[in-house]
Every structure is written in structure tokens, then in C-alpha cells.
């Protein structure tokens, strides 16, 4: 669900010849040199299966349907504008539409022998008496195929979701909705003695659909869906609130009790800076995986770990240097919760339900003013800054006279 970082060629750059952009990105996607012409081999899998997914109501897009012909070679379009020559971001998730409404959802193949408790779990949180609670922000799923052909694989269809971050927030109250959708669900999964074990921010998604009045492309999400034209959000946010879900339940376990605690040997996940992880001996990278820990103080450091980075420090890429993510300002009312939360030593971080409570009591104490203030980045410049800032005043004014609320819910 997250994009490709073929993202990051440009489509207009018509004078890079062909030869030089698949050898670019064959060097991004770290693949052999392939020709968007052609179906790629982890494409393959889909387009086999196309007439069965068709068959039980899910049509994938022409590119993988058997017999596809590239369309820039009939109407002469410069390839990177085609809707068809763009390729798979992972091998195990494409988009299809569902045949009966029309709805735009992602299917999701997963290993049962290198994931046995994904579907289980994530199913069981979709549905009752889960379902029902008004914290349960887990990805809901709509239907689970079994594999024909092969025992050990099962699709889950899940809703079209996009990166939380994107469009960027507009207001301090805006984030603090997205915080607490999170938080709270959190709390949900350990009380009902689930451990996630992989939060970080690729796995905290949004259902964007109410920012929207043109649909955007399922994978290159900066196009609108039938690829004629840059995707823009009509809303904000404080406008038409959104929904936030944590995805992706490949490492989660459900415990039968947790008293006394249990006890795990970790699984690396997204965040690679997990201090149990890392270990205590500097001279060994990731001594701390032979280690027995338990995964809930962990999944506390990673929710507070995913708020620092994303929003308190900022951060770069592991090697390179390269921001990944500016600092955004105005967020420091955080800072003490988000220092106990990541603190080394696992048992002297707080409960998921001393964060809510420490949330909560933070968040009340902030004004109107503040919560309604906007969202700016370190690094952004100065007269995109200005521009921003112009049309958030504008938008401000409206807002307040008509009475929204300065935290943005989809439950109000």
C-alpha cells in the first residue's frame, strides 16, 4: 500500500532515454533490468490468477489481465504517463475492484508458514465483539481466499488505505486526532492481550477517501485513478476527519493470559532501534535477539519511537544521511511522555494504559489557539512556509465560524 520508490523518477523527463530510467529503476527497486513492456516475474502470480479473482468478483487492472498489450504502443503516450506500465511496489499486495459496487480494495497474499496467525488474527479483530469497539482501529477485512493452487497461501481483501502523513497535516488538533486513533487502539490490543510487535510508521495507514472528490491510483497514489492528472485532496483534515488504521498483523501474538508476562524471542520488524534488540554489547549488532523479552513494554517504545521520529526529531536514512522526515514543529508537549515511553530499560516504561490517561491529561491542557495552529516542518522553505501558512489562516477563519471542532474525530 505504500509507494514504489519508481515514485521518485520524473514522468515529464522525456529527455532520459527508456534505456536509462529501467536501468535507474532496476537500481531503486533492487531488480534485475526489466522492460515495463513486459510482466514482470513477481507479477506473474496475478496475472495467472486474474480469471479466478474474476470469478469471485475482483477484477485487477489491465495490466494483468491475460493477454495485455501495453497501450503506449498503440497510442504512442510517453510510457511513464500510462496507467498500465506501472509495476508492482511488493509482489504480495495489488489492487483490484470489487466487481458488484465498484469499490477499489487491496489484496493482500499472505504465507501462513511464515505468518500462521495474520489472518487468524486480523480477522478475528474484524469481527464481533471487536468489531464494536469504538478504540478498534485494526484494518478491517472484507473477505479471505483460499489459495487454488496452493494450501499454504490465503488473500485477505482489505480497504484501500494510503500513508497517514500524506496529504501532510495542517493542524496541531489534526495530529493529535491521528495520536490518539492510534494510541487507542493500542490500548485495545493489549487488553485483549494482543502484541503487535511491528509498529512503526509504514504500518499506520489512512482511510483518505473523505479528502478526496477524484479518487487517487491505487499505487502511484500522486495520480488520480484513471492516471489523467496529479491527484490533489480537496478537504483537510479539520474539514472532513478521516479514519487512521494500524495494518499488518505477520509478527502480532494473541496471549491466552499475560499474567505472569510473557516471554518472547524477538522478531526484527520496522524499527530497527528497539534497545532489547539492539542488545547490550555494541560489538555485536542485534545481541539482544538470542534474548527472551516481552513484547508489550516493546510495543510501547515503538509507538513513542514512531511519534519522536515522525514528528518531535525528525530523522534520515540508516547510512546515508539523507532526511528522510523533517522535524515538525510544535509538538514538544509530548516530549516527557514520548522520552518515558522509549526509556532502555522496558520496565520502567509506562502501560498502554498510563499512556492514554498521560495523553489525555497533555492534550486537555492545550487551548484552542494551539490546537488550531499549523503544522510546519524544520526544513520547509520560507516562501512555501508562507504559502501554506496563507491558505491555513483562510481556511482557519472558516472553521472557526462555522464551529468545528479544533480536534478533528470521524465519531463527532
Known amino acids: 500500500m505504500s509507494s514504489s520508490p519508481s515514485l521518485a523518477l520524473d514522468r515529464g523527463a522525456a529527455a532520459m532515454d527508456m534505456e536509462t530510467k529501467r536501468a535507474l529503476v532496476a537500481q531503486l527497486l533492487d531488480r534485475p533490468r526489466q522492460s515495463y513492456s513486459d510482466i514482470w516475474q513477481n507479477e506473474r502470480w496475478w496475472v495467472d490468477h486474474q480469471p479466478w479473482l474474476e470469478r469471485h468478483g475482483y477484477m485487477l487492472r489491465p495490466r494483468y489481465r491475460p493477454g495485455w498489450k501495453p497501450s503506449w504502443h498503440t497510442t504512442k503516450a510517453y510510457v511513464l504517463l500510462a496507467e498500465d506500465h506501472k509495476p508492482l511496489s511488493y509482489p504480495f499486495l495489488l489492487d483490484a475492484t470489487r466487481i458488484s459496487d465498484g469499490t477499489v480494495v ?26 464494536s469497539d469504538p478504540r478498534n482501529h485494526c484494518v478491517p477485512v472484507f473477505e479471505v481466499l483460499q489459495d487454488p493452487d496452493d494450501d499454504k497461501f490465503q488473500l485477505m481483501v482489505l480497504p484501500l488505505l494510503r500513508a497517514y502523513a500524506d496529504p501532510r497535516f ?11 486513533q492510534v494510541i487507542q ?28 472528490h477524484i479518487p487517487f491510483h491505487p499505487l502511484e497514489q500522486g495520480m488520480r485513478r484513471d492516471f489523467k492528472g496529479d491527484s490533489s485532496p480537496a478537504h483537510t483534515r479539520s474539514e472532513k476527519p478521516v479514519k487512521y488504521y494500524i495494518i499488518d498483523f505477520g509478527l502480532s501474538i494473541r496471549y491466552d493470559t499475560v499474567d505472569p508476562p510473557p516471554m518472547e524471542y524477538p522478531v526484527l520488524g520496522g524499527d530497527k532501534l528497539v534497545p532489547e ?11 539482544g535477539l538470542s534474548k527472551l523479552y516481552d513484547p508489550f513494554p516493546t510495543d510501547v517504545y515503538c509507538l513513542g519511537s514512531w511519534i519522536r521520529q515522525d514528528f518531535l526529531d525528525g530523522y534520515k536514512a540508516n547510512g546515508t544521511g539523507h532526511l528522510m522526515q523533517s522535524k515538525r514543529l510544535g ?15 522496558p520496565s520502567k516504561r509506562p502501560s498502554m494504559d498510563q499512556v492514554v ?13 494551539k490546537l488550531r495552529s499549523r503544522v510546519a516542518k524544520e526544513e520547509d522553505h520560507p516562501l ?3 504559502c501554506l501558512a496563507t491558505a491555513h489562516w483562510m481556511r482557519r477563519v472558516k472553521l472557526v465560524a462555522s464551529r468545528r471542532s479544533a480536534v478533528p474525530s470521524p465519531d463527532i
Open 106 to 131: 487491496m489484496l493482500k497474499r499472505v504465507n501462513k508458514e511464515r505468518h500462521p496467525m495474520e489472518v487468524e488474527i486480523t480477522t478475528m479483530l474484524s469481527s464481533p465483539p471487536f468489531s
Open 170 to 180: 495542517d493542524t496541531i488538533g489534526e495530529a493529535v486526532d491521528c495520536f490518539r
Open 185 to 212: 487502539c493500542v490500548q485495545f490490543l493489549h487488553e485483549n492481550k494482543i502484541a503487535h510487535r511491528d509498529i512503526h510508521l509504514l504500518n499506520i495507514m489512512m482511510d483518505a477517501s473523505p479528502l478526496y
Open 277 to 287: 534488540f539492539v542488545g547490550d554489547d555494541p560489538s555485536e549488532r542485534y545481541s
Open 331 to 345: 509538538f514538544e508537549f509530548l516530549r516527557p511522555l514520548v522520552n518515558d515511553m522509549t526509556q532502555s530499560d
Open 357 to 369: 490517561e498521560r495523553f489525555e491529561t497533555v492534550v486537555s491542557s492545550l487551548s484552542s489557539w
Open 384 to 386: 512555501h512556509s508562507l
